[in-house]
């Protein structure tokens, strides 16, 4: 979705490293997610954001840090990159007053070797 | 720990034929349940959703049963076409809560 963007779309990497997923979004939706997919598993969420003041762990969040710049604004870091968060990253945004409906960016593929 | 259990894990339909995806929920709290479709490449989107007041609902070719009192729910993809090859998932969310529960996923091949 156009509306939501995510840089950059494919990432391979070194265990050990520093990197940090963007995402921005057009839509004017103050809520904003981090979601990671691995097969067999579907969405698990990482982070999740009502604002730009509120910030909350999601199931999964050991080993990830966010920052919510500003309202269109949400990036994921890995602070010390390992194998096993080989995945599917993908952001996601809501809209408090329609809240049920998540939008999702086209996902980011990163590969930690 | 909140659920959503989906199944199949992957599903081959010959064109035309219905598709059939099921889920089951723990969580009676739980009062909207969407499902998102992916294409390869893509983010997931929502493609329909129900309410637990409603037992069916449907849009065109699409349409979700819901049972309350078993805590299940599925969806049905009639006529089904190669275009609708994808990934399914279920997701189940009370209102005004915080998360947004998916399933596994359940990967669709409409055979031509």
């Known amino acids: 979705d156009a509306d939501v963007t995510q840089t950059p779309r494919n990432r391979i990497t070194k265990t050990g490293k520093r990197i940090m997923l963007e995402c921005s979004q057009t839509?004017?939706?103050?809520?904003m997610y981090w979601y990671r997919q691995d097969p067999g598993l579907g969405l698990r969420l990482i982070y999740y954001s009502f604002d730009v003041k509120d910030i909350n762990k999601g199931e999964i969040s050991d080993g990830y840090s966010v920052s919510r710049q500003a309202q269109a604004k949400f990036s994921l870091s890995l602070e010390s990159a390992i194998p096993n968060q080989t995945a599917l990253y993908f952001c996601a945004t809501s809209d408090s007053l329609d809240g049920d409906t998540q939008y999702f960016g086209p996902g980011t593929r990163l590969t930690v070797l | 720990q909140q659920q959503v259990k989906q199944s199949p894990q992957s599903l081959i339909v010959q064109k035309g034929g219905i598709s059939i995806i099921n889920c089951a929920y723990e969580?009676?709290?739980?009062?909207?349940f969407p499902w998102y479709q992916q294409f390869p490449g893509k983010g997931p989107a929502l493609l329909i959703a129900i309410r637990p007041d409603v037992s069916e609902k449907k849009e065109g070719r699409f349409t979700i049963s819901f049972n309350k009192s078993a805590k299940q729910f599925s969806l049905h993809i009639m006529d089904s076409q190669p275009g609708d090859s994808a990934t399914y998932f279920c997701a189940a969310r009370n209102t005004g809560g915080f998360k947004t529960i998916f399933g596994a996923g359940t990967r669709l091949f409409v055979k031509a």
């Open positions: 969580n009676t709290a739980f009062d909207y």
């Open positions: 839509k004017g939706h103050d809520r």
